[in-house]
């Protein structure tokens, strides 16, 4: 069965580094997420992305953030200069269309530890 | 804002125990509602899902039914197993046209032998 794959399934960062996420959505799919989970704290989204622009993103998603599907099939998401507070479980989710019954479809996720 | 509320856990049942994990959610427009399950080590995945008021969502012996009236979509299992052992979040869709999900905390459940 397709999956999303996420890699690293863990990093360990320093505060101020750049550090970057990857995903490999399902390749029929069209629109990409990016998610985060603080330990304890509910998942939360972070930005949409279609047709190689962002379509949507919250307000936790800020200049800090920047995503890219830079080859056809990666889909990454970029922290510029790491805080402590964006130690959380990062998922990548895709989805074929947009359409209310299809559903999304996410990666294992990606621990994120900023030291 | 939208959001999702739903039981805090763990939730700690015997074998064959009935299962119940509520989850309310704010009645912003009409959105479709979600389970995601989270096996240990896993990724989210999908469990059931109901798209307009009064549909019942069922898999792998799990429902849950969208109740408009009461603004809910309790997920419910009738005997459940060891293998159920997992994380439980209740999700809908954003609203206002956006297609991004808004999830609850989610909720531990432990089932043992």
């Known amino acids: 069965e397709p999956e999303v794959t996420q890699t690293p399934s863990h990093q360990v960062t320093q505060m101020g580094q750049e550090v970057i996420l990857r995903c490999v959505p399902i390749s029929n799919h069209l629109y990409f997420y990016w998610y985060r989970q603080i330990l304890g704290q509910k998942v939360e989204f972070l930005v949409s992305?279609?047709?190689?622009?962002?379509?949507?993103k919250s307000e936790i998603f800020d200049d800090q953030f920047s995503v890219e599907r830079p080859d056809g099939s990666n889909f990454t998401l970029k922290i510029r200069s790491t805080k402590l507070e964006d130690s959380a479980m990062y998922f990548c989710?895709?989805?074929?269309?947009?359409?209310?019954?299809?559903?999304?479809?996410f990666g294992q996720g990606t621990r994120l530890t900023v030291v | 804002g939208n959001s999702v509320t739903q039981m805090e856990g763990p939730v700690t049942l015997s074998e064959e125990a009935f299962l119940t994990i509520n989850c309310t959610y704010t009645?912003?427009?009409?959105?479709?509602l979600f389970w995601y399950v989270q096996y240990p080590g896993e990724g989210l995945q999908l469990l059931l899902k109901a798209t307009k008021a009064d549909d019942k969502g069922s898999n792998k012996g799990f429902e849950a039914t969208y109740r408009k009236e009461t603004t809910s979509f309790h997920l419910e299992k009738g005997s459940v197993q060891v293998s159920d052992s997992a994380v439980y979040f209740c999700a809908r869709h954003s609203g206002g046209g956006a297609d991004g999900l808004t999830f609850g905390k989610g909720t531990h459940l432990i089932i043992q032998p």
């Open positions: 009645a912003t427009g009409y959105p479709s």
């Open positions: 989710a895709s989805r074929k269309d947009r359409t209310v019954n299809t559903e999304a479809f």
């Open positions: 992305f279609y047709n190689n622009e962002i379509s949507e």
